[in-house]
């Protein structure tokens, strides 16, 4: 802190020794002098004091037309006057006149001085204190002005809507994005739960850390978001999150549209499988309609179920590469045409095998024909070894050939199927998927198919 000022107006015969004074003052001091009124004034007019220490015989007697003049030249600093006149009166005259403090020489000037001085000293001390504090507070008002404004600013240049809730779920900033997609101006969204804007639903999620990377629908349903969500502050008092919300609806329509591309190419496929054989349309589509009701009796998930969808519609794609004539011939096949006939299965796998997206699959079309006694073929696998797929394909496909036409033997009803399923479930079939769906035609819940 900056030393305080003191301008001295006495003399030495006046009994006051500004030095022996000064030197016993708290802190560091700086003392200028001056001799009479007039030199009082210039100093005044050339620097601030923080105590003026005027004695009666420098203003020429007139302490309160000193005190006057002071004021009128702008003088803020306290003064102390000394004097050798007792007079109370005058005293108090010169108090009502704006002295700090009145002091009558005697035998202790320097201890009574010195006392009158250390208080105003303290008192300036404490006021720049106070003068830095509040100097100090309005910086970081300032630099706290300044954040908000900058942050805020960047807050709304970021074009995915944000917003951050409370330990209370209760929004406490959100941004002009965020607020486009409410549709309600700030003052309705600040405050208010998350849940009950957007994204909406019934309540808080159990954990807003599961809430990263679900998708959600603004009100119109024409939007899709991915949310993003951070916590931070994991005290119990305090807790934040935020939720950042990604527009993937662009994304999401070319994916549909990739999808919808990828099963119709399957399904032309499928198509083009069925046609090599006049009595074989609508085969692989009904194969997997039974199959995906097989896999849905098991219990399968939705990723399997389209994995059986998948295999049903492509199991026979090996029978691209078999000759139309055998396909297509009316009479009973010769050994050397049937052992043509059951290489399909093989090509199928080999023709699949380039595409990564039908690897999976892959074993599902290469088994389909395979027996849980281990008498199929290609490889003639037995009951568990027979991949789950193929096993619920073999049950599906071995179906709708029996209820199917074929001009080398007569069509089976649908209780000869069912009769015929049964006597070969656990030789031929898995005996759990030929059950369940034994039960399920006799309850006649099979899917309507074309
Ligand atoms: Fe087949």
Known sequence: MDRLSILFAGAGDDGLHISDIAAGLPGQWSVAHASGPDEVLGEIEHGRFDVLLLSAAQTNGNLAGMLTRLRAHGSDAPSVLVTGVPDHATGANLMRHGA???????QDDR???????????ERRTLERALVVSEQRVTQVLDTVTRAKREWEGTFDA??????LHDADYRIIRANTAYQQLTGLPFEEIIGRPYFTLFPKQDGPLQDDGAGSGREVRDQTERRIFRTRTFRFDETAACRYTVWIFEDITGMKLAEENLQELFLGTVKSLSRAIDAKSAWTAGHSDRVTRYAVLIGRLAGLSDEELRTVELAGLLHDVGKLGTFDAILDKKGVLTPEEYEIIKQHPLRGAELLTPIRQMNHIIPAVRHHHERYDGEGYPDGLKAGKIPYMA??????????????????RRTFNRGEAIEELRSCSGTQFDPELAESFIAAISRDDLPRVA
């Open 158 to 163: 970021i074009t995915n809507p944000i917003f």
């Open 111 to 121: 201890e009574a001085v010195l006392h009158a001085l250390g208080s105003i000293a």
């Open 391 to 408: 096993r619920i394909l073999a049950v599906a496909d071995a179906f709708d050939s029996m209820t199917g036409w074929r001009p080398y």
């Open 100 to 106: 700090r403090d009145y002091l009558v020489r005697g």
